[in-house]
T-cell receptor, first 116, second 110 residues
Framework: GAVVSQHPSWVICKSGTSVKIECRSLDFQATTMFWYRQFPKQSLMLMATSNEGSKATYEQGVEKDKFLINHASLTLSTLTVTSAHPEDSSFYIC????????????FGSGTQLSVL | DAKTTQPTSMDCAEGRAANLPCNHSTISGNEYVYWYRQIHSQGPQYIIHGLKNNETNEMASLIITEDRKSSTLILPHATLRDTAVYYCIVRTGTASKLTFGTGTRLQVTL
């Protein structure tokens, strides 16, 4: 199956700093990528849809100025958590579908963010 | 996308078949049934999907009722590595995003 690589796997940062998470489609091109967040023992919640070459679409209640998304190429999307606070500590997961093959959505391995 | 209802948790003995039910009574004619699973602290893994016919692949079988209001994911010979949360999701074929419900936590035991 198609591979989605996410980096880093885990990150610890101080409160007030910014953290960037990368999501790459390794063997396919993805016009659209998705960012999810998951708190312990809860389901995945969609944060935003990342579109190559255009602005991301954020779900209701997600602050676009806090969670900056950039999708500069067909194989890379980044999520930057700006001015992180302890309540932003969570498991962040990206996903992507091969362009022209929207039936399947593949997921990265996730990034565990801990803000101290 | 239509909502789904799944049992919160299930147990299965190793080597036995695991049958995970899903109710999607409000499914539309153009919506597919997808199954993903998430092993602890990992990203979700695609298992199988179908529209109205039963489907089988190397991982599992998907049985969809004739009225399409419910389906069952079958893991024919469950192993300890199949312990995970299993999500049943309905989604149109052209839609992009997946909306996750609470899923079923399957515990495979010796």
């Amino acid at each position: 199956g198609a591979v989605v690589s996410q980096h880093p796997s885990w990150v610890i940062c101080k409160s007030g700093t910014s953290v960037k998470i990368e999501c790459r489609s390794l063997d396919f091109q993805a016009t659209t990528m998705f960012w999810y967040r998951q708190f312990p023992k809860q389901s995945l919640m969609l944060m935003a849809t990342s579109n190559e070459g255009s602005k991301a679409t954020y779900e209701q209640g997600v602050e676009k100025d806090k969670f900056l998304i950039n999708h500069a190429s067909l194989t890379l999307s980044t999520l930057t958590v700006t001015s992180a606070h302890p309540e932003d500590s969570s498991f962040y997961i990206c996903s992507a579908s091969p362009t022209g093959w929207k039936e399947k959505l593949f997921f990265g391995s996730g990034t565990q963010l801990s803000v101290l | 996308d239509a909502k789904t209802t799944q049992p919160t948790s299930m147990d299965c003995a190793e080597g036995r078949a695991a049958n995970l039910p899903c109710n999607h009574s409000t499914i539309s004619g153009n919506e597919y049934v997808y199954w993903y699973r998430q092993i602890h602290s990992q990203g979700p893994q695609y298992i199988i999907h179908g529209l109205k016919n039963n489907e089988t692949n190397e991982m599992a079988s998907l049985i969809i009722t004739e009225d399409r209001k419910s389906s069952t994911l079958i893991l024919p010979h469950a192993t300890l590595r199949d312990t995970a949360v299993y999500y049943c999701i309905v989604r149109t074929g052209t839609a992009s995003k997946l909306t996750f419900g609470t899923g079923t936590r399957l515990q495979v035991t010796l």
